[in-house]
């Protein structure tokens, strides 16, 4: 697990399917088991007198919706099994780009909750089998799961891919697929290149309006330019210049606490190198 990732939140991707975020899942116990797809649905009309079922396509539906709502509250394992239901209902009605769209779900929640393996089983079954979902997002989920399952190499090459495939048209996605690279990048020790990827999250924050992200990502920008062999003392007064100016926009106290942190330590070391840049 990668440090340093505790303002990230998990952001919607579509109405009825999600990617997962930069929020690195943690460890959890064993997925819960299949055999709860069975149970009642709860609030479906099943068994209620005078009250037709619901149809196997309005039950997904609801199920899909339920499963996003409980995924983005963090509740991963719930959401787990909402969506497990929600997959093998599918499995009953000739409609694979349905059972494709669940399946996608599916192995984000898997990923969420510890099981990258079956994460990643499930999103490329989902890819093959035509799920609909912005190639970007596929790409995230698994450079996700390879990160998850420490195989950084694999992990790198699929950021780098979802940030290709967001471009300019999903900013935010790209910033967060770029903050997910740069910290595979401190895993494998390539200091400069993690910074140089922080720093063009943040940019790509600001262009987005998301502010406090931008601070964030700029001030990390900022601390691994300062591990690396090779800085630029310019470069990184340059940065703690905007991210200081960042800060200003910041309302929330510990928001922006968090994200003024280090921020003195790393001027000093700054001033320790090249004192006339203070």
Same mark, same amino acid.
């Given at each position: 697990k990668h440090p340093g990732t505790a303002w990230e939140e998990k952001p919607a991707r579509a109405s009825h399917s999600l990617a997962l975020s930069k929020r690195l899942p943690g460890s959890h116990p064993e997925a819960i088991s299949r055999r709860m797809a069975s149970a009642p649905v709860p609030g479906s009309a099943q068994g209620r007198p005078g009250i037709q079922p619901a149809s196997p396509q309005t039950e997904i539906q609801r199920l899909m919706r339920a499963g996003m709502q409980l995924f983005h509250d963090n509740e991963d394992f719930q959401a787990l099994a909402t969506f497990k239901k929600a997959f093998l209902l599918? %499995?009953? =009605?000739? #409609?694979?780009?349905t059972q494709a769209r669940c399946l996608f779900n599916l192995g984000a929640a898997y990923i969420a909750t510890g099981k990258p393996q079956k994460g990643l089983k499930c999103t490329r079954k989902a890819q093959k089998m035509g799920a609909l979902e912005k190639d970007g997002d596929f790409s995230f989920n698994i450079a996700v799961a390879y990160d998850? =399952?420490?195989e950084y190499a694999k992990a790198i090459e /699929?950021?780098?891919?979802?940030v290709r495939e967001y471009n300019a048209s999903k900013l935010p996605n790209a910033a967060d697929a770029l903050v997910k690279l740069a910290y595979c990048l401190v895993g494998t020790g390539d200091s400069a290149s993690a910074a140089q990827s /922080?720093?063009?999250?943040?940019?790509a924050y600001q262009e987005a309006q998301r502010l406090e992200d931008a601070a964030m990502a700029m001030r990390e920008a900022a601390n691994y330019f300062l591990r690396s062999p090779k800085y630029c003392p310019e470069e990184v007064l #340059? =940065? =703690?210049?905007? %991210?200081?100016?960042l800060c200003t926009n910041i309302t929330d106290p510990e928001l922006l606490g968090r994200a003024s942190l280090r921020l003195p330590h790393m001027k000093t070391s700054l001033s320790h190198f090249a004192p006339g840049l203070e």
């Open positions: 599918s %499995c009953r =009605l000739p #409609e694979p780009p998850n =399952l420490r /699929f950021y780098k891919k979802a /922080f720093r063009l999250a943040g940019q #340059e =940065l =703690l210049q905007v %991210c200081h100016q």
